[in-house]
């Protein structure tokens, strides 16, 4: 099993930024995509940035230039770098680890609000 857990959320105002943490334990030999999803009230789960073993990233239209997804192999762990934050941007971002050949291996964590507002 894997568990994972999110930290760095909390309130900041329009055009401020945020750095989000996701840290990996357990059995992540077999993990090779982590990503962040995100969930505002009212809306379904979106899809944000994701990133590979290798370093490749992908990213949503609403996170491209403003948003980044690292990883820190030595700390098994995944960052999500937010600038120029909007009130759009206000949801409960939730990270996820999987294995894109084999779907069974497909973990989330716990969710850390984010909130945007003056």
């Known amino acids: 099993q894997v568990q994972l857990v999110e930290s760095g959320g909390g309130l900041v105002q329009p055009g401020g930024s945020l750095r989000l943490s996701c840290a990996a334990s357990?059995?992540?030999?077999?993990?090779?995509?982590m990503a962040w999803h995100r969930q505002a009230p009212g809306k379904q789960r979106e899809f944000v940035a994701g990133?590979?073993?290798?370093?490749?990233?992908n990213y949503a239209d609403a996170a491209k230039g403003r948003f980044a997804i690292s990883r820190d192999n030595a700390k098994n762990t995944v960052h999500l770098q937010m600038n120029g934050l909007k009130p759009e941007d206000t949801a409960v971002y939730y990270c996820?680890?999987?294995?894109?050949?084999?779907?069974?291996?497909?973990?989330w964590g716990q969710g850390t609000q984010v909130t945007v507002s003056s």
């Open positions: 996820n680890a999987q294995n894109i050949l084999n779907h069974e291996y497909d973990y």
């Open positions: 357990g059995s992540i030999d077999r993990i090779n995509v």
């Open positions: 990133i590979t073993n290798g370093g490749t990233t």
